[in-house]
Every structure is written in structure tokens, then in C-alpha cells.
């Protein structure tokens, strides 16, 4: 079976600071990995995703993710954040077996102060 | 391009009643669909999977009497709750996997509340 773990729920920083929002899985095959953001009371939004190639992938909004395998880890970060970027993300993993269920961590705010 | 729509945005019913949510495909048309909710401060919780023209597929402890899943169109899907109770108040979130791109698009949520 797979589990995502968002070790964080809540992350406070100060506007210009640099984030990383971290993510761990368990999985027996490959998975594909992804981080989303929600805005209050809005569905998902995809940031970036990792299905193979380069292990550092760049998203949206400045964000990007490292993928490692070793450490089945696969944390986000952004080296400057904004007031805007305050919003719940979501660390995710799918089988690359062809199934599309998708499986997502517990989320963890982020909450970027003045 | 890839935008899923949901209908209602919010929702507020009386015990006892049905909600019929539903969700589009605007742009493409979508041979899968999901249905998470999301209760407050927590993640996505899977449902059901529903697939243009067959029966869905549900979770583990998702009653399926309960949660009515129809994927009629390779556009539109409907959850309906039927005989909702306080305790079905969640944000009911869909999305919609594209035939010919390997990726699954959100609609905004709709919030049900049941008093």
C-alpha cells in the first residue's frame, strides 16, 4: 500500500523568506508525485509534478521539488515566499502502473506573515 | 484548456433530504472521474471512481447507497447524497482525468452543509 506523510501541519514564515514544505512516501512499486495547493474554500491546483527524468522539477509560482529516491522524500520549496502564497498544499503520489488513484497527504499550511 | 466545473458551489440542506452535485468536463472530455470529500483541516479522502458509462467503483467504507454516482456523459458526472445528515457535511470535490493527456483536473469544490 502507499501513504504520503506531510511531516509539518502548519509552517509559519515571513514574506521574502525561503520555505521548504516537506514530504515523505511509502510505496513496494514506482509512483508518480505530485504537490498541490488549495485556496480557502477552492479545489486544487496542480504546483508541479515528478514522473521520471530530471529529479528537480520546477512548478508554478516559483515553486520547485526535489524527487529522492533514496530517501523516498519529495519536499517542496520556494527561496522567497509572497503574503499570496499562504494556502494548504498537498503532497501526492499515484502508481505508475497505469491506475489513476491518487493518494494525499494530511496537507500543511502555510501561512506567510508580514 | 482542461477546466472542470462544479454545480452547486454551495449547498445547504435539511436532514433527511438528497443533493445532487454535479461535475463537468468544459473543454475535454473525461473518461474518468473522481469524487473526494474533505472535511475540515483534513485532506482528500477518495470515494469513488466512476468511468463514462459503467458502474463506479467505491472506497473502502463508502456506502454506496448513500453516495450515488452517475458518469452518463464523457462530460458530466453526479454525486447524489441521498438522505444527507449533519454528519455528510464536507466540501465534495471532483475531478475529471483527460482521454489523451496523463493527468487529472480539480473542479472548485462544492460545500454541503446538512442542518
Known amino acids: 500500500a502507499q501513504s504520503v506523510t506531510q511531516l509539518d501541519s502548519q509552517v509559519p514564515v515571513f514574506e521574502e523568506a525561503p520555505v521548504e514544505l516537506r514530504c515523505n512516501y511509502s510505496?513496494?512499486?514506482?509512483?508518480?508525485l505530485f504537490w498541490y495547493v488549495q485556496y480557502p474554500n477552492q479545489g486544487l491546483q496542480l504546483l508541479l509534478k515528478?514522473?521520471?527524468?530530471?529529479?528537480l522539477v520546477k512548478g508554478i509560482n516559483g515553486f520547485e521539488a526535489e524527487f529522492n529516491k533514496s530517501q523516498t522524500s519529495f519536499h517542496l520549496r520556494k527561496p522567497s515566499v509572497h503574503i499570496s502564497d499562504t494556502a494548504e498544499y498537498f503532497c501526492?503520489?499515484?502508481?505508475?502502473?497505469?491506475?489513476?488513484?491518487?493518494?494525499f497527504g494530511a496537507g500543511t499550511r502555510l501561512f506567510v506573515k508580514a | 484548456g482542461a477546466v472542470v466545473s462544479q454545480h452547486p458551489s454551495r449547498v445547504i440542506c435539511k436532514s433527511g433530504t438528497s443533493v445532487k452535485i454535479e461535475c463537468r468536463s468544459l473543454?475535454?472530455?473525461?473518461?474518468?472521474m473522481f469524487w473526494y470529500r474533505q472535511f475540515p483541516k483534513q485532506s482528500l479522502m477518495l470515494m469513488a471512481t466512476?468511468?463514462?458509462?459503467?458502474?463506479?467503483?467505491?472506497e473502502q467504507g463508502v456506502e454506496k447507497d448513500k453516495f450515488l454516482i452517475n458518469h452518463a456523459s464523457l462530460t458530466l458526472s453526479t454525486l447524489t447524497v441521498t438522505s444527507a445528515h449533519p454528519e455528510d457535511s464536507s466540501f465534495y470535490i471532483c475531478?475529471?482525468?483527460?482521454?489523451?493527456?496523463?493527468?487529472?483536473?480539480f473542479g472548485p469544490g462544492t460545500r454541503l452543509t446538512v442542518l
Open positions: 510505496s513496494s512499486v514506482s509512483v508518480y
Open positions: 475531478s475529471a482525468r483527460a482521454q489523451t493527456v496523463n493527468e487529472q483536473f
Open positions: 466512476s468511468n463514462e458509462g459503467s458502474k463506479a467503483t467505491y
Open positions: 501526492a503520489v499515484r502508481l505508475n502502473t497505469g491506475g489513476f488513484k491518487t493518494i
Open positions: 473543454d475535454f472530455q473525461a473518461t474518468t
Open positions: 515528478y514522473l521520471s527524468g530530471s529529479t
